[in-house]
Structures are given as structure tokens and as C-alpha cells.
């Protein structure tokens, strides 16, 4: 058992992954209270599919039921590139730049499940990455990966908080050596100060409703709420304040994973171009990337209340000037 675990690894930082951690599969008491919590609140706004079997997304026996164990991975998705300021373009988030990393992290996970597999033959798992009724983040902090910021984000002291998260359920004992991480935050609130639509109510809450990153990516409404719209700072999909003020961001290192290179005008997105994309060209520009998920029409809803806002502001800077 110690063997397999040392093992697995070395496979897992050989396939590419930053971070790696080894926990028992039990259920998370504390944390699944926490989400009721925020559910009843309806902290997770017109997201429905977090509502349905929560006692699963934070029993990971009810999801896998012979899990015994959880691999849990970091990927470092840091790539050095910086938004353009300008009204003319959208900012994108830096976790959507390149290709989707669902596809990346499940490739890797597959291909890690496939060696577990050759040193346990009797070894079999569930690969959970973002859209499986899990949470990740709370898995991330068992398995010693990091800790939980305010901004509610799992930040690891070697590359912030610029890494996506995943698991493997698996159903062997393996051995668990992972220490928690001290949590690092200590009195900074510099995510909480910078978030321009008070979304971060609390250190470690957030309350999705006032959160551009939701309202630009899972808001289905056909324009976005007056309060965001007047706070986009230039957001076409996602935000990244809350990351790019966070002082243990300052440790981000690029990352060795090409796919998450940026695409082509992908950092910052010429907002006339998104507007003028047909369903074709938008397949085509968005094949296999993560800015799916806003589909078309939302994309093109952000663009246009970016366009309306950064007409307004600039109406409202004539006007102060001819005042
Ligand atoms: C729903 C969701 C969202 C929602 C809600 C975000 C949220 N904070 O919950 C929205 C659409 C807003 C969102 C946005 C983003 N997301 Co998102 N999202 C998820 C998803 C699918 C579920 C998260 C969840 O369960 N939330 C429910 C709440 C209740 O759980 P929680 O956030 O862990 O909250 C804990 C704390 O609040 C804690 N708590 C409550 N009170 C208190 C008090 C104290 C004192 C303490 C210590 C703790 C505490 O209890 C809760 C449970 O442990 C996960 C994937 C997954 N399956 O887990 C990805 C995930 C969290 N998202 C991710 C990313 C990258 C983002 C963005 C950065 C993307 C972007 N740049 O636009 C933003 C960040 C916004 C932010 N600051 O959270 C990554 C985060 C990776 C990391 N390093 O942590 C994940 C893990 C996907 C992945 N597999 O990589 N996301």
C-alpha cells in the first residue's frame, strides 16, 4: 500500500499535474452543513444543479459507492499574459484562454486510472473534474493541496490560486499521509475589498447572485442585471479580480501544460468581432474551449452590456467635462 501510494504519485506529477494528494473517501460533515447553508441562502443563484442530492456532491460514497480512496490533483493553468485595457475588447478570464481543461485534466486523470490499474488489478475509479457532484475545492484542502482563501478559491503557496482541481475515486486503501494546509490568509481581505460587486460577503462566502464570474458565464437572462452591468470592468467572460489582487499570487509560475496557452485574441476579445460571430464561426472558435459554456447568445449579451457601458461611462465623462 505504501508502495502503490509513492507510486502513484510519481505517475501523477510524471503526467503533468502540480500537486497530488491521498485521502480516505468519507463524507464531508462540516463542509456539506456549510452548503446548505449557502443553498438555503440561494447563494447559488439560477444554478439548479447544485439543489439536486447535495448529501451526494458531499458524500463521495453515494457518488462511487465502493470508494475507499481519493486521488486528488492541482494543475497550474498560470500562463504570462496580461488583458489589454481597452473599451474596444472583452476580458477574459485566465482559466478560459487556451483549451477546455476539463478535457486536459480528464486525459491525465484517464491516463493515471490506467497505471493505478496495472499496479492493482483489482483497482477501479470514478474521474471527477468541475462537473461531477463533488466538491473539489473541499478535497483539494483534505488532501493537503492547499488551503481555502476567503475569496473561496484553493490557494497553494507554490503557483496561488491559478490551478484547476480533480480526483479520482478509487476503490482500494491506500496510504494517507496528506497534512492539512495552515490557512495563509491571515488578515488580508484584498479579494473582498477589490470585488467591485461586493460578491465575496463574507471571507470564504460568496454569494454567486453579485458575482461577475457567474453572471457572465451561468446567467441565462437575455440582458445581465443593471448592478453588474455597471460594474463589468471590462469582463466579457469570467473575472479574475478577486485572483489578480491576491498577494500569494505573486508566487504564479507559467505553466508546462501548451493547451492552456493562450488562443488568438482569446485574452482579450474584440468585442465588435464577438458581436459579428455567426453560430459557425463561433463553433469554430470555440471548439473544445471552456467559453462554451456561456453559449452564443451570452456571449454576445456580454459584449453588448460592455459596449452599452463603456458608452455610458464615456456619456457620463463628456458630461462631467462640459460641466
Ligand atoms: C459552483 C461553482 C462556481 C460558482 C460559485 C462559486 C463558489 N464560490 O462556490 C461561480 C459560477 C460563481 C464560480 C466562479 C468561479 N469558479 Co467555480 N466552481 C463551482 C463548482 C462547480 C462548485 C463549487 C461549490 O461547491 N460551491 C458551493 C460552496 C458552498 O462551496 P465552497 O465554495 O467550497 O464554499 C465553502 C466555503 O464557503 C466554506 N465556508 C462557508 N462558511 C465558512 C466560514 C469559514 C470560517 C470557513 C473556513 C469556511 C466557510 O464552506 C463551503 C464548503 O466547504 C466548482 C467545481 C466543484 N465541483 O467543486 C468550481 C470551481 C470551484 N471553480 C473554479 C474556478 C477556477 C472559478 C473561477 C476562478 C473562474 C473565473 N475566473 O471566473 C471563479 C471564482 C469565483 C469565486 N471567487 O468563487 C475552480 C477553482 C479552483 C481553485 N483553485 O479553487 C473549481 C474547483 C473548478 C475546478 N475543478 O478547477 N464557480
Redesign the pocket.
Known amino acids: 500500500m505504501e508502495d502503490i501510494s509513492f507510486k502513484i504519485k510519481q505517475k501523477a506529477l510524471a503526467i503533468g499535474f502540480h500537486k497530488i494528494g491521498v485521502v480516505r473517501a468519507e463524507p ?1 460533515y ?3 452543513e ?2 446548505k ?3 438555503e441562502k440561494d ?2 443563484g439560477e ?1 439548479a444543479w ?1 439543489e439536486r442530492e447535495p448529501e451526494k ?1 458531499a458524500n463521495p460514497k453515494l457518488l462511487f459507492p465502493e470508494a475507499k480512496s481519493i486521488v486528488v490533483v ?1 494543475l497550474n493553468y498560470y500562463t504570462p499574459h496580461e488583458h489589454e485595457e481597452t473599451s474596444a475588447k472583452g476580458k477574459v ?4 484562454w487556451g483549451d477546455d ?1 476539463h478535457d486536459v ?1 480528464k486525459e491525465k486523470l484517464r491516463e493515471l486510472l490506467a497505471f493505478i490499474k496495472t499496479l492493482d488489478t483489482a483497482a477501479d475509479g470514478k474521474i ?11 478535497w ?2 483534505r488532501a493537503g493541496l ?1 488551503w ?2 476567503k ?6 503557496k507554490e503557483y496561488g ?6 480526483e479520482i475515486l478509487l476503490n482500494i486503501e491506500l496510504k494517507y499521509e496528506n497534512e492539512p494546509v495552515a ?1 495563509f490568509c491571515g488578515t488580508c481581505t484584498a ?1 473582498l475589498d477589490a470585488c467591485p460587486t461586493n ?2 460577503v ?5 454569494d ?1 447572485n453579485r ?4 453572471a ?3 446567467l441565462r437572462s437575455p440582458e445581465l442585471p443593471e448592478e453588474i452591468m455597471e460594474n463589468l470592468n471590462g469582463w466579457l ?4 479580480i ?2 489578480d489582487v491576491c498577494p500569494w499570487n505573486r508566487f504564479e509560475k507559467p505553466t508546462e501544460e501548451a493547451r492552456f496557452e493562450p488562443r488568438t485574441r482569446n485574452v482579450s476579445a474584440d468585442l465588435e468581432e464577438i458581436l459579428a460571430l455567426s453560430p459557425e464561426k463561433y463553433a469554430e472558435r470555440f471548439r473544445r474551449s471552456a467559453m462554451k459554456r456561456t453559449k452564443l447568445h451570452g456571449l454576445q449579451r456580454n459584449a453588448r452590456a460592455l459596449k452599452k457601458s463603456s458608452d455610458k461611462s464615456l456619456g457620463r465623462s463628456l458630461q462631467t467635462k462640459i460641466e
Open positions: 464531508l462540516e463542509e456539506s456549510h452548503l447553508e449557502w443553498l447563494y447559488h444554478m447544485l456532491r492541482a478570464s485566465r482559466y478560459a481543461y485534466l471527477c473534474v468541475d462537473t461531477a457532484p463533488i466538491m473539489d475545492k473541499a483539494a484542502v492547499g481555502l482563501g475569496h473561496s478559491n484553493v490557494i497553494t490560486s491559478w490551478v484547476f482541481l480533480g490557512d479579494c460578491a465575496i463574507a471571507p470564504y462566502l460568496v454567486s458575482c461577475l464570474s457567474y457572465t458565464i451561468e467572460y469570467g473575472c479574475d478577486c485572483q
